[in-house]
C-alpha cells in the first residue's frame, strides 16, 4: 500500500466538504405586506357575519305564537310551496 495514494485520497474528501457560510449577511430590504380594499370589505363582512345571531328569535317567536293560536298549513299547501321554490 502507498501512502502517497491514500493522502490524494484524503485531499478529494477534503474538498468535497461543505464551505463555510457567512452568516453575518444582514438583507438591505425589508418585507411588507398590504391589504387590498377588497380584502378589507371582505373582513368587514366576516365580522358582521359572526356578529349576527344564527336564529332570528323574532322569527321564532311569532311562528310559536301563530302555533299556539290554532295555525296549521294543510299538506297540500306545503307541497306547492317546496315544488315552487325549487322550480327553475
Known sequence: ??????????????????????????????????????????????????ATPDIREDKVAAMKAAFANGYSVSDNDLADKLVESFAI
Open 1 to 50: 500500500m502507498r501512502i502517497d495514494s491514500m493522502n490524494q485520497v484524503s485531499q478529494v474528501y477534503r474538498m468535497n466538504r461543505p464551505k463555510k457560510i457567512n452568516t453575518a449577511y444582514q438583507a438591505s430590504f425589508n418585507d411588507s405586506v398590504e391589504i387590498s380594499q377588497l380584502g378589507k370589505d371582505i373582513q368587514i363582512a366576516k365580522k358582521a357575519i359572526g
